[in-house]
């Protein structure tokens, strides 16, 4: 089917920057939506950001300025782009990436299985 795989998670110290990479495989035909979503130590996932096939993107009030999301439709890949980073962005980070994978099928969410992403006081 539909495999996502993330990279570029780490340890950084606060105020530094991270990027992360989401590759999407498989049998695709067409991605529409892809995001980010985080989930910090015993809390709930969370929406960080989101971008559509035709590049508009949205992001959570707590990271507007700081983060940035793009992706390359020809590789198939959303990157995040994290600056300014913060002890609160201390979470695993996830992508989902809304997939057809046949001509006039239905769309389907993808998950991919977290990155790690910490940030030191």
């Known amino acids: 089917q539909v495999q996502l795989v993330e990279s570029g998670g780490g340890l950084v110290q606060a105020g530094g920057s991270l990027r992360l990479s989401c590759a999407a495989s498989?049998?695709?035909?067409?991605?529409?939506?892809m995001a980010w979503y985080r989930q910090p130590p015993g809390k709930e996932r969370e929406l960080v950001a989101t971008?559509?096939?035709?590049?508009?993107?949205n992001y959570a009030d707590s990271v507007k300025g700081r983060f940035s999301i793009s992706r390359d439709n020809a590789k198939n890949t959303v990157y995040l782009q994290m600056n300014s980073l913060k002890p609160e962005d201390t979470a695993v980070y996830y992508c989902?990436?809304?997939?057809?994978?046949?001509?006039?099928?239905?769309?389907?969410?993808?998950w991919g299985q977290g990155t790690q992403v910490t940030v030191s006081s």
């Open positions: 498989g049998s695709i035909f067409r991605i529409n939506y």
């Open positions: 989902r990436a809304n997939v057809v994978i046949i001509i006039r099928g239905p769309s389907l969410n993808y």
């Open positions: 971008i559509t096939s035709g590049g508009s993107t």
